[in-house]
Nanobody, 123 residues
Framework: QVQLVEFGGGLVQAGGSLRLSCAAS????????VGWFRQAPGKEREFVAA????????GYPDSVKGRFTISRDNAKNTCYLQMDKLKPEDTAVYYC????????????????WGQGTQVTVSS
């Protein structure tokens, strides 16, 4: 089992930045790829970013590419999502998730999820 807790959400103006953290406990964190997803009211949960076990590979959808950066510190059992140039459409609950094996953009491939943290971007 891997337990995940997200931190760092909040209210920010458009154009601003936030850094989310995902703290892991339980099994060896470096054995798991990590993904970030988000869900806005009335919408499906969508992929935001993912990172491999070592941190050497990352992936993003076009909607956030160039604005969001995922990273991880396996010594601290923590994954980060740096969000810059935020837009009102980035408003959502953000979740981190973990899976053994290769990182993925498919939410159904992740076994472990955090409880989510709210990000609100005002215009």
């Amino acid at each position: 089992q891997v337990q995940l807790v997200e931190f760092g959400g909040g209210l920010v103006q458009a154009g601003g930045s936030l850094r989310l953290s995902c703290a892991a406990s339980g099994r060896t964190f470096s054995n798991y790829a990590v993904g970030w997803f988000r869900q806005a009211p009335g919408k499906e949960r969508e992929f935001v970013a993912a990172i491999s076990q070592s941190g050497g590979s990352t992936g993003y959808p076009d909607s956030v590419k160039g604005r969001f950066t995922i990273s991880r510190d396996n010594a601290k059992n923590t994954c980060y999502l740096q969000m810059d140039k935020l837009k009102p459409e980035d408003t959502a609950v953000y979740y981190c998730a973990a899976r053994a094996g290769r990182y993925s953009s498919a939410r159904y491939e992740y076994n472990y999820w955090g409880q989510g943290t709210q990000v609100t971007v005002s215009s």
